[in-house]
């Protein structure tokens, strides 16, 4: 009798994330059009794009360590950062970003992390990240409110609307952190659970239910000793938020602007993207590039706007999926690889 063939999911895996860039590549007309835009520009300001982009990473993999290692999960600096781009990777791609924790939990659960204790390791920084986001929003806007009602007061509304549901978010994790509370959405998933009769006998959901529950508690049975863990990650999400902000400020002086300071264009970024980080399309596609042009039209003012745009763009959302898809495909390969000479391996000490 034949033995079944195995099917080598993470081939097909790598396959797609390869097929899916290129489509990625050749459905979006400005991402052909952006290298011929920025070769008139100033390649030194461009380079800095990319460095503080790359330093962004390292606070992103950088937090997820510290509190990682606050749980006593040993984890190096090299796996925070591919653990932290993967993330932003796949939120980039899934609508509303909602890709981003989940896949991220199962990179964890490779390395035999549990997957309860990896999302709520994986939550709180997502906390920590909204936390410092909203209150340099607040801030901006409220250094911003002049100018912005004078000039262009339409968009007022839609940053404060931002801010509600962008701080009503913080309220909503931070409650999942309340045994109690988890207990009863728990409990709810396994009442919804209960009504598949399929799902609850095929998958063991009632007992998968309760351990995520159980690991996702362990993080918040000795919260009193992780407090300065979750300090350090809000304060280090500030200096974060500022990188991510910042790009767009060398781009603008890469089109040879100087006449505006750096904390404007900061703020104005930011009250762009707080104004359309709650969009359900992938990495808020469409809105972002309308966003942009109604929020810096009176910047980028010498018929440059849409070419601004294309290379805000590339740097903030394309450079990112490029490299997170990369990243994606040379790990799963290396995983693979590991996978077969361990089962070689094992295959050779049976032999023995």
């Given at each position: 009798?034949?033995s079944?063939?195995?099917?080598?999911?993470?081939?097909?895996?790598?396959?797609?994330t390869?097929?899916?860039?290129?489509?990625?590549?050749?459905?979006?007309?400005?991402?052909?059009?952006?290298?011929?835009?920025?070769a008139?520009?100033?390649?030194?300001?461009?380079?800095l794009?990319?460095?503080?982009?790359?330093?962004?990473?390292?606070?992103?993999?950088?937090i997820?360590?510290?509190?990682?290692?606050?749980?006593?999960?040993?984890?190096?600096?090299?796996?925070?950062?591919?653990?932290?781009?993967?993330?932003?990777?796949?939120?980039?791609?899934t609508?509303?970003?909602?890709?981003?924790?989940?896949?991220?939990?199962?990179?964890?659960?490779?390395?035999d992390?549990?997957?309860?204790?990896?999302?709520?390791?994986?939550?709180?920084?997502?906390?920590?990240?909204?936390?410092?986001f909203?209150?340099?929003?607040?801030?901006?806007?409220?250094?911003?409110?002049e100018?912005?009602?004078?000039e262009?007061?339409?968009?007022?509304?839609?940053?404060?609307?931002?801010?509600?549901?962008?701080?009503?978010?913080?309220?909503?994790?931070?409650?999942?952190?309340?045994?109690?509370?988890?207990?009863?959405?728990?409990?709810?998933?396994?009442?919804?659970?209960?009504?598949f009769?399929?799902?609850?006998?095929?998958?063991?959901?009632?007992?998968?239910?309760?351990?995520?529950?159980?690991?996702?508690?362990?993080?918040?049975?000795?919260?009193?000793?992780?407090?300065?863990?979750?300090?350090?990650g809000?304060?280090?999400?500030?200096?974060?938020?500022?990188?991510?902000?910042?790009?767009?400020?060398?781009?603008?002086?890469?089109?040879?602007?100087?006449d505006?300071?750096?904390?404007?264009?900061?703020?104005?970024?930011?009250?762009?993207?707080?104004s359309?980080?709650?969009?359900?399309?992938?990495?808020?596609?469409?809105?972002?590039?309308?966003?942009?042009?109604?929020?810096?039209?009176?910047?980028?003012?010498?018929?440059?706007?849409?070419?601004?745009?294309?290379?805000w763009?590339?740097?903030?959302y394309?450079?990112?999926?490029?490299?997170?898809?990369?990243?994606?495909?040379?790990?799963?390969?290396?995983?693979?690889?590991?996978?077969?000479?361990?089962?070689?391996?094992?295959?050779?000490?049976?032999?023995?």
């Amino acid at each position: 009798m034949k033995s079944k063939r195995k099917i080598p999911w993470s081939l097909l895996y790598i396959a797609a994330t390869i097929v899916a860039v290129v489509l990625f590549g050749v459905l979006n007309r400005e991402f052909a059009n952006v290298f011929a835009t920025m070769a008139g520009l100033t390649p030194g300001w461009l380079s800095l794009a990319i460095v503080i982009t790359v330093v962004f990473f390292g606070f992103e993999g950088g937090i997820i360590l510290l509190l990682m290692r606050s749980q006593h999960v040993p984890m190096g600096w090299g796996t925070g950062m591919k653990i932290g781009l993967i993330g932003i990777y796949y939120s980039y791609i899934t609508p509303s970003s909602t890709g981003g924790q989940p896949m991220q939990a199962a990179y964890l659960r490779r390395d035999d992390i549990p997957v309860g204790l990896s999302t709520a390791v994986l939550l709180m920084k997502f906390f920590c990240y909204q936390c410092a986001f909203v209150l340099c929003s607040v801030v901006f806007y409220c250094m911003m409110y002049e100018k912005l009602s004078a000039e262009n007061p339409g968009i007022l509304p839609l940053i404060v609307l931002g801010l509600i549901i962008n701080g009503g978010s913080i309220l909503f994790f931070a409650s999942l952190f309340i045994k109690p509370v988890f207990h009863v959405i728990c409990r709810f998933a396994k009442w919804l659970a209960g009504r598949f009769a399929f799902l609850r006998e095929r998958f063991h959901l009632m007992d998968t239910i309760d351990k995520f529950e159980s690991d996702f508690g362990s993080f918040t049975d000795d919260f009193k000793e992780k407090k300065g863990s979750v300090i350090w990650g809000i304060l280090l999400s500030i200096p974060q938020f500022f990188l991510q902000m910042s790009v767009i400020f060398f781009i603008f002086r890469a089109f040879g602007y100087s006449d505006v300071s750096y904390w404007e264009i900061v703020a104005v970024q930011s009250l762009l993207q707080v104004s359309v980080s709650f969009m359900p399309m992938p990495g808020a596609s469409g809105a972002q590039e309308l966003g942009f042009s109604s929020y810096f039209r009176n910047y980028f003012v010498h018929n440059d706007l849409y070419a601004a745009v294309m290379v805000w763009r590339f740097f903030t959302y394309y450079l990112v999926v490029i490299a997170g898809a990369l990243l994606v495909v040379i790990d799963q390969f290396l995983y693979r690889r590991r996978q077969l000479r361990a089962a070689g391996a094992g295959g050779n000490k049976e032999k023995t």
